[in-house]
T-cell receptor
Framework: NAGVTQTPKFQVLKTGQSMTLQCAQD?????MSWYRQDPGMGLRLIHY???????DQGEVPNGYNVSRSTTEDFPLRLLSAAPSQTSVYFC???????????FGPGTRLTVL | DQQVKQNSPSLSVQEGRISILNCDYT??????FLWYKKYPAEGPTFLIS?????DKNEDGRFTVFLNKSAKHLSLHIVPSQPGDSAVYFC??????????FGDGTTLTVKP
């Protein structure tokens, strides 16, 4: 199993550009979520999904959209990038029977 | 209002000694607590967890203690090894997959 994969690893955007961060898992996990980590801070929940077709907002959802059309994929869309969205983004998944998360390797995003 | 707090940004210990990492929480609805370990340029990995119905959980060199009345948990690593040097995140949740994280403690274990 590849686990949780994220692409790209690094990305530089200009203010106002849009882009999609990709996340996929091959463990058939029901739960998937997106976190961001800013320097010196913990991980903050952006959006999460409890299954295909079901998504909900986390702690810091503004400026981001998600969809979950399949169990495997959970892309995160930045609608109009802002410098405040410069961060490291982690995708995570969890089976319904477990309370802990499997994290991807992260995407480091810089918005100029 | 930060619901999960790790008040020590960093901790340095000598190899072979005990490392104690602390975490406080404010939300009484949290019923499950977790510790994750993170190396640079990698995603966090799950280390150990504890349910709110227990006060201790042990896994090899790692033990987590929970004091519900004080809303406090701690992670003990005995003996500490240089490979334990990493950032440790405390997390708490009420629903699976929706954890609230602390800011992390950077542990350095000196040979």
């Amino acid at each position: 199993n590849a686990g949780v994969t994220q692409t790209p690893k690094f990305q530089v955007l200009k203010t106002g550009q849009s882009m999609t961060l990709q996340c996929a898992q091959d463990m058939n996990h029901e739960y998937m979520s997106w976190y961001r980590q800013d320097p010196g801070m913990g991980l903050r929940l952006i959006h999460y999904s409890v299954g295909a077709g079901i998504t909900d907002q986390g702690e810091v959802p503004n400026g981001y959209n998600v969809s979950r059309s399949t169990t495997e994929d959970f892309p995160l869309r930045l609608l109009s990038a802002a410098p405040s969205q410069t961060s490291v983004y982690f995708c995570a998944s969890s089976p319904g029977t477990s309370r802990f998360l499997f994290f991807g390797p992260g995407t480091r995003l810089t918005v100029l | 209002d930060q619901q999960v707090k790790q008040n020590s940004p960093s901790l340095s210990v000598q190899e072979g000694r005990i490392s104690i990492l602390n975490c406080d929480y404010t939300n009484s609805m949290f019923d499950y607590f977790l510790w994750y370990k993170k190396y640079p340029a990698e995603g966090p990995t799950f280390l150990i967890s504890i349910s709110s119905i227990k006060d201790k959980n042990e896994d090899g060199r790692f033990t987590v203690f929970l004091n519900k009345s004080a809303k406090h948990l701690s992670l003990h690593i005995v003996p500490s090894q240089p490979g334990d040097s990493a950032v440790y995140f405390c997390a708490a949740d009420t629903n699976a997959g929706k954890s609230t994280f602390g800011d992390g403690t950077t542990l350095t274990v000196k040979p």
